[in-house]
């Protein structure tokens, strides 16, 4: 929780690709072993929806693959595929299927679902200030159909999108979560100043390839476990952000 947000392929390549879970298919040639991870990061906070995946074949990495969500095509670039949404309401909740193509080698889908949009409904101190930094900020929010779990992230306002912050998972199916004064202390002692607070609710087994404000924690198992496609792929949904003012006393 402590490190700088690393770049996604950085993480890919140190994601471990194990047995874990399945979903339907389509058609596969079984030619070569395949591997996927990555996720759709749809973000009320800032409007915005992005889908990153990286795909490998045999360890290396397949740049001339066509993979598609729904009918709306990722691009390749610099060892990602991709696609931005310029609004949150582009991929609205429900199911879809990610289709991944590589010429005559290989073919399969899976589907998979963007939760429902949630929001923050209530902190404590209700007041927004937390003197000394000394109080648990308890958070609630309304429950998110379609998502298998929650997290949270907690950063100075001025290193979102920059810091991973503090960031955890909540336990299952509590839509609240009591964040320890630690998560203003990242620097050794007290940190003062505004702070973000977010909750995400997540579907799958998401890695998340960018346009979140802090860190998603690491654990969740690979949920592709096939004979030739193995990995891991979920949807993140971000609701809108909360605050809290951090004093020295």
Not at 227 to 246: E, L, Q
Request: hydrophobic share 40%; net charge positive; charged share 15%.
């Amino acid at each position: 929780m402590r490190k700088p947000l690393q770049l996604f392929i950085a993480l890919a390549l140190a994601t471990v690709v194990s047995l874990s879970g399945c979903d339907t298919r389509i058609v596969r040639s079984g030619l070569y072993d395949y591997s996927l991870i990555g996720s759709v990061v749809k973000n009320i906070d800032n409007d915005s929806i992005l889908a990153a995946a990286l795909l490998k074949k045999e360890d290396s990495s397949v740049a001339s693959a066509i993979i598609r969500i729904n009918n709306d095509t990722l691009k390749y670039s610099s060892g990602l595929y991709y696609r931005s949404y310029n609004s949150d309401t582009l991929l609205r909740t429900g199911n879809y299927r990610l289709r991944v193509l590589d010429s005559t080698f290989f073919a399969d889908s899976l589907l998979f679902t963007v939760p429902a949009d949630f929001q923050i409904t209530s902190i404590f101190p209700a007041s927004r200030i937390n003197g000394g930094g000394a109080t648990t900020v308890r958070v609630d929010w309304t429950a998110s159909g379609g998502s298998n779990g929650y997290a949270y992230g907690v950063v100075l306002r001025e290193s979102a999108y920059h810091t991973n912050g503090y960031f955890g998972f909540v336990a299952d199916g509590a839509t609240l979560v009591s964040i320890p004064p630690d998560a203003f202390r990242l620097s050794g002692q007290l940190d003062t100043g505004w702070y973000y607070i977010y909750v995400y609710a997540y579907f799958g087994s998401p890695v998340p390839g960018g346009n979140l404000p802090t860190g998603f924690p690491a654990g969740l198992a690979p949920n592709i476990a096939r004979n030739k496609f193995t990995g891991s792929w979920g949807a993140i949904v971000v609701a809108p952000r909360d605050s809290m003012y951090v004093t020295l006393q």
